[in-house]
């Protein structure tokens, strides 16, 4: 398996409060990306990066923040959690076409937003 | 733009059956991929199976299988001789072939296998 991590794995926090999830690799890919899953919706994409400090946003990125200072971790950060952003989050990785087809993503982390 | 439907929210089938999971895709890419995936009660996201749209051989991998339409903008898994470890939701995704790991997907398919 792919060494990526994610902290917390779960994690309950209050509206309006600030909130940082954490993804990290050792497998030094340059491409990492930030999903979140919803019932109804599959996974969708928040931001991605494509190298230090270079990053964009995906699909559902409005309320979301990321920056990546290392090649190793990518941080997304809830500046101020909405009960619309509890869902479970799911960091991926990739060096390539060829690497990510082998569907390298963390294990998820459960946010809930009381 | 990039779509992905998956009509049926849950699908069941017997031990050692063959059961077929649809998926039907919409994209402006004229190179690009398309995936199953899987995900247990764990939640890990697993890849069962993958196709590049510009293969007309449909992929195979062991008792996982796809039947890709093209023209039709179909790509429905099969998996046979269906075993309780199969069970779990299954995903189908598709990304531009520039577009490296931006994955869109559908909404999933929960699949139950019975003894």
């Known amino acids: 398996d792919a060494g990526i991590t994610q902290s917390p794995r779960h994690k309950v926090t209050e509206t309006g409060t600030p909130v940082t999830l954490r993804c990290h690799q050792t497998?030094?890919?340059?491409?990492m990306y930030w999903y979140r899953q919803d019932p109804g919706h599959g996974l969708r994409l928040i931001h991605y990066?494509?190298?230090?400090?270079?990053?964009d946003k995906g699909e559902v990125s409005d309320g979301y923040s990321v920056s990546r200072s290392k090649t190793e971790d990518f941080l997304l950060t809830l500046e101020s959690a909405t009960s619309s952003q509890t869902s479970v989050y799911f960091c991926?990785?990739?060096?390539?076409?060829?690497?990510?087809?082998?569907?390298?993503f963390g294990p998820g982390t459960r946010l809930t937003v009381t | 733009a990039q779509t992905v439907t998956q009509s049926q929210p849950e699908m069941s089938v017997q031990e050692a059956e063959t059961v077929t999971l649809s998926c039907t895709y919409d994209t402006s890419e004229s190179d690009y991929y398309l995936f199953w995936y899987k995900q247990p009660p764990s939640r890990q996201m697993i890849l069962v199976i993958r196709?590049?749209?510009?293969?007309?051989q449909n992929a195979t991998e062991n008792r996982f299988s796809v039947n890709f339409q093209k023209a039709a903008k179909s790509f429905s898994l099969k998996i046979s001789d269906s075993q309780l470890g199969d069970a779990a939701m299954y995903f189908c995704?598709?990304?531009?072939?520039?577009?490296?790991?931006?994955?869109?997907f559908g909404q999933g398919t929960e699949l139950s296998v019975k003894p």
């Open positions: 995704a598709t990304a531009g072939g520039n577009q490296g790991g931006k994955l869109i």
């Open positions: 990066s494509y190298g230090v400090k270079d990053t």
């Open positions: 196709q590049e749209a510009y293969k007309q």
């Open positions: 497998e030094n890919h340059r491409y």
């Open positions: 991926a990785i990739s060096e390539s076409w060829e690497t990510f087809l082998r569907g390298d």
